[in-house]
Nanobody
């Protein structure tokens, strides 16, 4: 049974930092692309960072480049989202998800809408206070 579980959300002040984790099970972790996404009520879901199975990493939003860093630890079946210099616009529910196809790279394509991802976690809430 495929599962992805996010953790690490919380409330942080503007300018602060937070690291989210996503631990996966039920599949060969190092053979799949993983992604971080976020969703604000009333707005469309948006991609944050993409981690291909072969090591390629891309970020979809100019607003997070230079502030957010994604990484994966295949030995722990876990991906991370390190967020620095947070501002209230980063307040959202953050999700991780697994790519559809095994050993297929999505991160250089149009991945940020999430349609290439099949298994989603329940999300972890990040709130940045002003």
């Amino acid at each position: 049974q495929v599962q992805v579980v996010e953790s690490g959300g919380g409330v942080v002040e503007t300018g602060g930092s937070l690291t989210l984790s996503c631990t996966a099970s039920g599949f060969t972790f190092d053979a799949y692309t993983m992604g971080w996404f976020r969703k604000v009520p009333g707005k469309e879901r948006e991609g944050v960072g993409c981690l291909d199975w072969d090591g390629e990493i891309t970020y979809s939003e100019a607003s997070v480049k230079g502030r957010f860093t994604v990484s994966r630890d295949n030995a722990k079946n876990t991906i991370y989202l390190q967020m620095n210099s947070l501002n209230p616009e980063d307040t959202a529910m953050y999700y991780c998800a697994r790519g559809l196809r095994k050993r297929y790279g999505y991160c250089l394509g149009s991945w940020s809408g999430g349609r290439d991802f099949l298994y989603w976690g329940q999300g972890t809430q990040v709130t940045v206070s002003s």
